[in-house]
């Protein structure tokens, strides 16, 4: 019998041992399930095949051919992939609608003994949850916003305070993305579905009752979107001001961004389109800086001539409650955890 769900907390609180999406490598590398395992019955090539029967030549041959295929490949699973698991193991299984795919896996599974079940409507019943979450209902947290300039070294005091037990969620971690101009990171972001399912799964492993601490953000992480609810509930955040002297903020970004600043061709074409929002003269002193090689001093004009000014302009448009300032006089090791400790302190009064 399939197993039928109704939100996405109770989705992911199953007691199940292993998540299996059948599903083809593609589908899989799109979106799953968070800490789902990827044993494709069909393979990228293979579904094409059947799927191409399917429409120019027989449903029929296509279903006779897909399922050779598919009880050949679980068949291989369960030799190689699944031969360890003793005979207590429990798995969950989907495809994209909860059809063959999973059915016939789930009952191989079944047949040899395993309390295996199928996840009804699949992946796209997973899909509805997600987008139920995160786009029509409110977010039943209660978010307080990192805020500050750029080069605050915002991240990393997510990370300390992440590990004294606050509740953090990385936004720019999950879009794998520093929320810059020049923020990319090696490779490359996530799909929308994937980082949704992302965000997802952090949230619910949350405790609604306690404050969620992130960082600040515009409505975009790159080329990613926040959806609606997280954006709705993060404008109305507090904020958390975190201070720090251009100095500092300078040291700081120049050793975090030297990837992208040891990339001269790659910085010009970052920042020339900016010629038509910062002037030709600006634009000009910043690549002159790029062709001496001198990182901290167009790390520091960036944030002069540009980041501050689109930072302080944006703040000028915010409403939200200021809940204390955090004023950081250095960002090494031990001044981090000075603000840690005073931002930790802040969230324990809410």
């Not at 904020?239 to 903020?249: G, K, L, S």
Request: charged letters at 25%.
């Amino acid at each position: 019998m399939a197993l039928k769900i109704s939100n996405l907390p109770e989705l992911y609180a199953h007691a199940f041992d292993t998540v299996i999406d059948v599903r083809s490598p593609a589908e899989f590398a799109e979106d799953h399930l968070p800490g789902a395992i990827n044993l494709p019955v069909l393979d990228n090539d293979e579904r094409a095949r059947v799927g191409t029967i399917y429409v120019q030549e027989s449903p029929f041959l296509a279903r006779k051919l897909g399922a050779a295929l598919v009880f050949r490949n679980a068949a291989n699973h369960i030799e190689n992939s699944l031969s360890h698991h003793d005979g207590g193991w429990r798995p969950l299984v989907y495809c994209w609608r909860g059809g063959q795919r999973s059915g016939s896996f789930t009952w191989m599974l079944q047949q040899i003994g395993w309390r295996a079940e199928v996840i009804d409507g699949g992946y796209r019943t997973y899909r509805r949850l997600v987008n139920t979450y995160l786009y029509d209902d409110p977010l039943p947290f209660r978010l307080v916003a990192l805020d500050g300039y750029t080069g605050t070294a915002k991240t990393e005091l997510l990370a300390h305070l992440q590990g004294k037990g606050v509740q953090v969620v990385d936004l720019e971690g999950l879009a794998n993305h520093r929320g810059s101009l020049l923020g990319e990171m090696p490779g490359g972001q996530p799909s929308q579905k994937a980082f949704e399912s992302a965000l997802a799964g952090a949230f619910c492993a949350l405790n609604p009752n306690r404050p969620v601490l992130v960082e600040a953000e515009s409505s975009k992480i790159g080329n990613l979107i926040l959806p609606p609810s997280l954006w709705n509930a993060l404008r109305a955040a507090p904020r958390i001001q975190v201070n720090v002297p251009i100095q500092a903020r300078t040291a700081y970004l120049t050793e975090a961004y030297d990837d992208i600043l040891s990339d001269a061709d790659r910085l010009r074409d970052r920042l020339s389109p900016l010629r038509f929002h910062r002037g030709h003269e600006i634009v000009d002193g910043w690549l002159e800086l790029i062709e001496a090689g001198d990182k901290r001093a167009l790390t520091q004009s960036l944030m002069e001539q540009h980041y501050d000014p689109a930072y302080t302009k944006s703040r000028r448009a915010q409403k939200a409650e200021i809940l204390a300032q955090i004023e950081v006089g250095s960002l090494d090791d031990a001044g981090l955890k000075r603000a840690a400790f005073q931002i930790e302190a802040v969230l324990d009064q809410i």
